[in-house]
């Protein structure tokens, strides 16, 4: 894997859509089923929206419901980090790139077999590069 990714808040605001600098740095969340990738099944590689470093297959993504992209786990691990996030009144684990630390999305263990974990992803902190 790289070295991390290290930019300034202009070079971050610069790079990333109005959209993704809220969810990708401040730790916003799309609105349930709006994000682009939420129904897509096109065989691939979803990649980080701040770093390009490669996130999840598609091999790995389910139909959650939720109306976020879910996965049952990343590409590799390292890929992404897991820390505790105990804002909007409850404690979740809160999914960031293992590169350059963008908000992804929340882990959660109602996912399908094999790992029963769910990485809730928002759309826009990925970009689909199809197969």
Not at 25 to 43: C, D, V
Not at 92 to 101: A, P, S
Request: overall charge negative.
């Amino acid at each position: 894997m790289p070295g991390k990714v290290v930019k300034s808040e202009a070079e971050w605001r610069e790079n990333l859509t109005p959209e993704q600098y809220h969810v990708c740095r401040e730790k916003g969340t799309e609105r349930p089923f709006s994000g682009e990738y939420n129904g897509t099944k096109t065989p691939g590689v979803y990649h980080c929206a701040g770093c390009g470093e490669p996130l999840f297959d598609s091999d790995t993504k389910f139909d959650s419901g939720t109306g976020w992209p879910s996965f049952h786990q990343p590409v590799e691990d390292g890929r992404v980090v897991e820390e505790k996030d105990a804002s909007m009144g409850m404690v979740r684990v809160e999914v960031l790139c293992g590169v350059c630390d963008s908000h992804l999305g929340h882990l959660f263990d109602d996912g399908p077999a094999p790992t029963g974990l769910r990485y809730c992803i928002n759309s826009v902190a990925l970009r689909h590069q199809p197969r």
